[in-house]
T-cell receptor, first 111, second 114 residues
């Protein structure tokens, strides 16, 4: 089993739609969780951290379910500019050296 | 977050040659990392660049193939030696966040070996 698993997609959604991605992780002791966004032929950029109580940043909502060992990212009112690959990232120990990256979920928002 | 500059941004290299990628950060950072992202794959940590000492390599990566320098707290280089087409990849320099539990990336160096 991979340490971090994501549905690779692609997810093709119309503009304005709501879309959700899930990511599962294998290490139950994992401490920190993040979503990164990677545009085509660009470097990954930190989108948001994921907190135990769930957190929201504009149209983006991230949630953590420790019991089931998954995190989710919800995007409301999708924009064309949201088209990208979304990477789930888990830190099992708290050290930046230990980050584990998922393979990414590809999202295309269609006009 | 720190501003991280890498060069070259992309290159096409001949099989058997070596290429050195430079990474410059606009502030002093303790932890710098080098990642590889092969086509269609996720990111894999190559090594942690340590200032004043040898880099710490992850399983599957060795110093002879990926020598790393870290002369100070703002600069590092990664060399990809004796390249083969399998080395075609994005190479990313990164630094730890202020909290130390995640990282920020440079723009990446896109390497194609022919």
């Amino acid at each position: 089993r991979k340490e971090v698993e994501q549905d690779p997609g692609p997810f093709n959604v119309p503009e304005g739609a709501t879309v959700a991605f899930n990511c599962t992780y294998s290490n139950s002791a994992s401490q920190s969780f993040f979503w990164y966004r990677q545009d085509c032929r660009k470097e990954p950029k930190l989108l948001m951290s994921v907190y135990s109580s769930g957190n929201e940043d504009g149209r983006f909502t991230a949630q953590l379910n420790r019991a089931s060992q998954y995190i989710s990212l919800l995007i409301r009112d999708s924009k064309l500019s949201d088209s990208a690959t979304y990477l789930c990232v888990v830190n099992p120990t708290g050290s930046a050296r230990q980050l584990t990256f998922g393979s990414g979920t590809q999202l295309t928002v269609l006009p | 977050s720190a501003v991280i500059s890498q060069k070259p941004s992309r290159d096409i290299c001949q099989r058997g040659t070596s290429l050195t990628i430079q990474c410059q950060v606009d502030s002093q950072v303790t932890m710098m990392f080098w990642y590889r992202q092969q086509p269609g794959q996720s990111l894999t940590l190559i090594a942690t660049a340590n200032q004043g000492s040898e880099a710490t390599y992850e399983s599957g990566f060795v110093i002879d193939k990926f020598p790393i320098s870290r002369p100070n707290l703002t600069f590092s280089t990664l060399t990809v030696s004796n390249m083969s087409p399998e080395d075609s990849s994005i190479y990313l320099c990164s630094v730890a966040s202020a909290g130390g539990n995640t990282i920020y990336f440079g723009e990446g160096s896109w390497l194609t070996v022919v």
